[in-house]
């Protein structure tokens, strides 16, 4: 399994970004996908999830209303559209699989909201 983040950089507050996450190595259509988040010094934080369809999507509150998860099964690739980003939605943003047992992160993109 391998995931590999990307669209990660540098925003004013207000501002919009979106992130990317190509997955390979297991049959990504069947496996419904994940987005945390982590800042140093505090605990990982789960930020969204997304059904294998597509059909389902979840999100922590903090991000209800300004981040959409979706995906793409013919690119293999999930996406986080993150719209009126504030400070506090600084981070490294990661993307997660479970997969026969085994929890899978990408290295993760660095996101800094900042004027």
């Known amino acids: 399994v391998q995931l590999v983040e990307s669209g990660g950089g540098l925003v004013q507050p207000g501002g919009s970004l979106r992130l990317s996450c190509a997955a390979s190595g297991f049959p990504f259509s069947n496996y419904g996908m994940s987005w945390y988040r982590q800042v140093p010094g505090k605990e990982r934080e789960w930020v969204a999830r997304?059904?294998?369809?597509?059909?389902?999507?979840e999100y922590v509150n903090f991000v209800k209303g300004r981040f959409t998860i979706s995906r793409d099964n013919a690119k293999n690739t999930v996406y986080l559209q993150m719209n009126s980003l504030k400070a506090e939605d600084t981070a490294v943003y990661l993307c997660?699989?479970?997969?026969?047992?085994?929890?899978?992160w990408g290295q993760g993109t660095q996101v800094i909201v900042s004027s």
């Open positions: 997660m699989v479970f997969v026969r047992g085994v929890t899978n």
């Open positions: 997304i059904t294998n369809t597509g059909g389902s999507r």
